[in-house]
């Protein structure tokens, strides 16, 4: 057994202490998102250090093209489902587009709700120095923040679509300076999306907070999936991700086993049957 494994087994609850020492140890953190209680069970028992109620639900769940119509009440929601199957891992709540641009007070007012409402032990947001007095104040609220930088979803349309970030001189250094703003303004944590992985590089080594990658090679302190690619749930997935298993197909099958046998009068049979 690995001395990270041996650690995990041995963690009641992972706290932002934990994931600081982590960081500090070089031991790598793994964190899903998940968006009801069956999954957050299922991840929760497997030892996933942080789960994540993404405003991706738009997509995996609600079948949008993008994230932007996801509102703070779904996200709300689906965060309660989770954390009722949350025992172990750190469960964070993506704040969605338009419950924290609007102003610092409607930023702190939408994290309360994640948690009060959600039982969320903290909440994401997108972007960098642009949002880095509202990080400040949701902190200093008691809420933990994690930050995203790099690809952010909710610019969808300022960047023109999921193009990859920080390849130009200009770029990265923008990043650059939004992954440390985020970190001055207090975040415990930073979602590094769809940036070179020299460049995630340079950032994990540059900060004192954990680093996440999604996208964003191997230098991170740990990486982020979305649970629909990891399992085969998706239509389409990004070149980055390595899919952990077939779900789909597997599911596809079992349907039509199940479709056949209904139209044949195989199902229900005898042994299924009350009597």
């Not at 972007?127 to 994690?146: K, L, N, S």
Request: hydrophobic share 40%; aromatic share 6%; glycine share 10%.
């Amino acid at each position: 057994m690995s001395t990270v494994t041996a650690e995990s087994t041995r963690e009641h609850r992972i706290t932002l202490p934990i994931l600081a020492r982590r960081k500090r140890r070089g031991a790598k953190i793994s964190m899903l998102t998940a968006y009801d209680y069956t999954f957050a069970c299922i991840f929760d028992t497997a030892g996933i250090d942080i789960l994540l109620v993404g405003d991706s639900l738009g997509n995996v769940v609600q079948g949008r093209e993008t994230t932007l119509p996801v509102t703070l009440d779904e996200i709300i929601y689906h965060t309660r489902l989770v954390s009722r199957g949350v025992r172990r891992s750190l469960l964070i709540a993506d704040l969605p587009f338009g419950s924290y641009q609007i102003s610092n007070r409607t930023a702190v007012a939408s994290a309360v709700r994640c948690v009060k409402e959600g039982g969320a032990h903290g909440v994401k947001l997108e972007g960098g120095t642009a949002v880095a007095d509202a990080i400040r104040r949701i902190v200093a609220a008691e809420i933990p923040v994690m930050a995203h930088v790099g690809l952010t979803p909710q610019a969808i349309h300022r960047m023109g679509g999921h193009r990859v970030q920080g390849r130009t001189p200009k770029g990265r250094a923008r990043v650059l300076a939004d992954a440390r703003a985020v970190e001055e303004a207090g975040a415990f944590a930073v979602v590094l999306e769809g940036i070179p992985a020299d460049l995630a590089g340079e950032i994990t080594q540059s900060l004192s907070i954990p680093t996440l990658g999604i996208g964003a090679g191997v230098h991170c302190d740990g990486q982020v999936l979305v649970m629909h690619d990891l399992l085969g749930l998706s239509d389409w997935t990004p070149s980055f991700v390595k899919q952990y298993a077939n779900l789909g197909a597997l599911a596809s099958q079992a349907a039509r086993r199940f479709a056949e046998e209904v139209s044949h009068g195989k199902f229900p049979d005898e042994e299924h049957s009350y009597r």
